[in-house]
């Protein structure tokens, strides 16, 4: 295997530019490829397009060290890369639950007749199982180096918001290979990070590519797990929070991924079950995995559950209310707003008559560029104002600092819906509001 060897990252969206980056300053030399001229010209004139933590200031880093580089030429990669990770996204297929290997294999297209020399590829991109055994095929067909230029999967499990801890951090990496010399090659290019004691797992190609939609999919039920149990928490009069903080101390339980609320969004998580589901369909396995079709609708039924809750609370009927939304992310430290259960609400509110005005520290551009039909403020007690009703979509912490005597001065109604059972509901009660959250009483 190469010694350290030379990396290069094809595609310099979220999981690339951040793979990328860490991996400068662990201290190889990488270059990242983008088909985006305006992307790449952003990142090399160190500027990260998102927002994630810590990146800026390791990126400026990354480039101060010369180690690393930017470029939009498949050439250059070729003739520079040892290893090169795939790192493009694999969105769902407008009007299917089918995942969309558009980019992946543009990615190999463009890659493959560049490689005249022995390279190792890496997938790191979410795809169905399956892919990578055809992607092998396509990617020996294309080369010049010919069956010398190997697949390897190695499945990326960061967060958004934590991308960089998880990045230099992992609970663990796994390697799906077909031969030592690919194994031998990704723990070169993970020497430092495998020197910190980071477990590694060895496997084949399908496997590598399985841990990834089965863990994101054992979360996703994890989730609507709990929300399931606030539906029946609601049908009794029982308490979804002291349920969930109960079941969190059984060990073998655990409390992550079991709060409950408006249910779980963004790029990755909604997708990854729906084209889960759809593969196993396709492979004739579909009844392993049709729970999964129970976590989607249990999923979506929190966000319509959360607009009734605001129609109750007006007293029956949204339309020609003053509604102010806290959140548009569809988690707090993060700007997605992709799939936003927080976005998913407003909008149907706005669509049944609400004056519905939406604030978020982050996400705000994001979401008045995709949603320009609805209204926009600069902060939590500015959207606020004059509102029949308050409802908390996204938990940043910022909502939970506010006074509720301080807000109460200036909404026209103290009614407030937890749409994430972030506030503490005795002290918003103490201060004169009516409090209502999802499982809850
Ligand atoms: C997820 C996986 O965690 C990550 O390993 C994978 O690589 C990509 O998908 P991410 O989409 O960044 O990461 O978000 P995550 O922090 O996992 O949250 C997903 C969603 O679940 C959010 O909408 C969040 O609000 C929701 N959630 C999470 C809950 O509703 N309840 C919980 O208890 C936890």
Redesign the pocket.
């Known amino acids: 295997p190469t010694e350290s060897p030379r990396l290069t990252v094809i595609g310099t969206g979220y999981l690339g530019a951040t793979h990328a980056i860490c991996m400068a300053v662990l201290g190889y030399e990488v270059l990242g490829i983008d088909v985006d001229e305006r992307k790449i010209a952003k990142l090399a004139a160190g500027e990260v397009p998102f927002f994630e933590p810590g990146l800026p200031e390791l990126l400026t880093k990354a480039l101060e060290s010369g180690r690393l580089r930017f470029s939009t030429s498949f050439a250059e990669a070729g003739e520079f890369g040892d290893v090169h990770f795939i790192c493009v996204g694999t969105p769902q297929q407008p009007g299917s639950d089918a995942c969309d290997l558009t980019y992946v294999n543009a990615a190999i297209d463009s890659l493959a007749p560049h490689l005249a020399r022995r390279a190792l590829v890496v997938g790191k991109s979410?795809v169905p199982v399956g892919t990578a055994a055809e992607l092998t095929e396509r990617l020996q067909r294309l080369a010049p180096a010919g069956t010398a230029v190997e697949l390897a999967w190695n499945p990326?499990?960061?967060?958004?918001?934590y991308a960089v801890d998880?990045t230099m951090h992992p609970d663990r990496l796994v390697f799906g290979v077909a031969s030592d010399w690919a194994d031998q090659q990704l723990r070169a290019a993970f020497r430092p990070v495998l020197d910190q004691g980071t477990p590694v797992i060895r496997t084949d190609l399908a496997t590598a590519e399985l841990v990834?939609v089965a863990?994101?999919s054992f979360?996703?039920t994890?989730?609507s797990y709990?929300?399931a149990m606030a539906e029946v928490c609601e049908a009794v009069g029982a308490d979804v929070k002291d349920l969930a903080d109960s079941l969190a101390l059984d060990d073998r339980i655990g409390g992550?991924?079991?709060?409950?609320?408006?249910?779980?969004?963004?790029?990755?998580?909604p997708k990854?079950i729906r084209a889960f589901a759809h593969r196993a369909e396709e492979i004739g396995v579909g009844q392993a995995v049709s729970f999964l079709r129970e976590v989607d609708a249990i999923n979506r039924r929190r966000r319509a559950r959360t607009v009734d809750l605001v129609r109750e609370l007006l007293g029956g009927q949204i339309s020609g209310h003053r509604i102010a939304c806290w959140g548009a992310a569809?988690?707090p430290n993060?700007d997605?707003i992709r799939d936003?259960?927080a976005l998913d609400v407003a909008r149907t509110m706005h669509g049944l008559g609400g004056h519905v005005r939406v604030y978020d520290p982050a996400a705000l551009d994001n979401a008045r560029r995709a949603f320009p039909e609805l209204r926009y403020g600069e902060n939590a007690l500015d959207v606020a104002r004059d509102a029949d009703v308050v409802v908390l979509l996204?938990?940043w912490s910022e909502f939970r600092e506010i006074d509720p005597d301080a807000l109460a001065e200036v909404v026209a109604h103290r009614r407030i819906v937890d749409g994430?059972h972030a506030l503490d509901a005795a002290r918003w009660r103490e201060a004169g509001w009516e409090y209502r959250a999802l499982g809850r009483s």
Request: with cysteine.
């Open positions: 979410t990326e499990f960061l967060r958004e918001g998880d990834k863990a994101n979360l996703a994890k989730i709990i929300n992550k991924f079991l709060k409950p609320g408006l249910g779980f969004g963004g790029g990755c998580l990854d569809f988690k993060s997605d936003a259960p996204t938990e994430r």
